[in-house]
């Protein structure tokens, strides 16, 4: 039933596109504002925050699961997940900076990033890495933040997982407690996705790139992503119209990993 949930719930994000109508999440910020409100400590905030909308969706499992010989349990299924993917258009924001990028326009590249991936402001330095190499790794993790990470979380403990990881990421936009709490939410499937660009890739190369597990997610896939495509020797100051080749690798190996994903899960169903 998992799976069949899966495969129906990809198909409508497919057909929905960046604006998709289950995407609502203004209930979130006046839910926080709620416990804040009520003088709840960043922890509890952010525990209460995900964790009681988690359990009362668990709970909901449990009870509408065998409705309508388990039509009502599966539509629950699909919504969840759905609503666990993330938001706005990844597909479109690669197309837009490598059309800067192949323009020679970094700085419009840059602008572009920055607006559209919060994540680059709030990385400040970027940890001594060059501006091309903050942008594929923000690029890297966005895209593992929003399907590779809840898909993951949906196959391991149901939709409800990949619900409360959705929700997780937005109290770490929010709370520092969560954003510890979400490095360690983030460790396996990143790993997971890293390992995978390995397979489809260079997999002596990338292997060797995996790191340490106290490495946060968006450095170890932008590490193994680089050498899974044999660029690790590529100057880090690379050119604009560079950046746009390597946009495009990066696009590929995503969809070839996405693809691995799907057949091995699809394998796991048919055989288990």
Avoid: K
């Avoid at 910020?29 to 009520?38: M, T």
């Avoid at 946060?216 to 992503?225: G, M, R």
């Amino acid at each position: 039933m998992n799976f069949l949930a899966l495969i129906v719930a990809l198909a409508l994000q497919q057909f929905a596109g960046p604006h998709a109508p289950w995407h609502r999440d203004a209930w979130f910020a006046d839910w926080w504002r709620w416990l804040e409100a009520r003088g709840a400590s960043p922890v509890l905030a952010a525990t209460v925050a995900v964790l009681v909308p988690a359990l009362a969706a668990l709970w909901l499992l449990a009870v509408v699961g065998g409705w309508l010989f388990g039509l009502v349990g599966l539509a629950a299924a699909v919504l969840l997940l759905l609503y666990a993917l993330g938001r706005g258009d990844f597909n479109g924001l690669l197309a837009d900076l490598r059309v800067h990028s192949a323009a020679g326009d970094g700085e419009a590249a840059w602008l572009t990033a920055v607006e559209r991936l919060p994540q680059l402001e709030a990385e400040g330095d970027g940890g001594g890495r060059s501006p091309d190499e903050e942008l594929r790794a923000a690029l890297l993790y966005e895209a593992c933040q929003r399907w590779y990470a809840p898909v993951f979380f949906f196959v391991l403990a149901g939709p409800a997982a990949a619900f409360a990881y959705r929700l997780l990421q937005f109290a770490a936009a929010r709370s520092a407690p969560a954003q510890r709490a979400l490095f360690f939410a983030d460790w396996a499937p990143a790993r997971l996705l890293a390992l995978t660009f390995a397979v489809t890739g260079d997999f002596a190369a990338a292997s060797r790139a995996l790191g340490s597990g106290e490495e946060p997610a968006a450095s170890v896939l932008a590490a193994t992503a680089r050498r899974a495509l044999g660029a690790a020797a590529a100057s880090p100051g690379a050119a604009a119209t560079q950046l746009a080749v390597e946009l495009g690798a990066l696009e590929r190996l995503l969809a070839r990993s996405a693809g691995a994903w799907l057949i091995v899960l699809s394998l796991g169903y048919l055989l288990l």
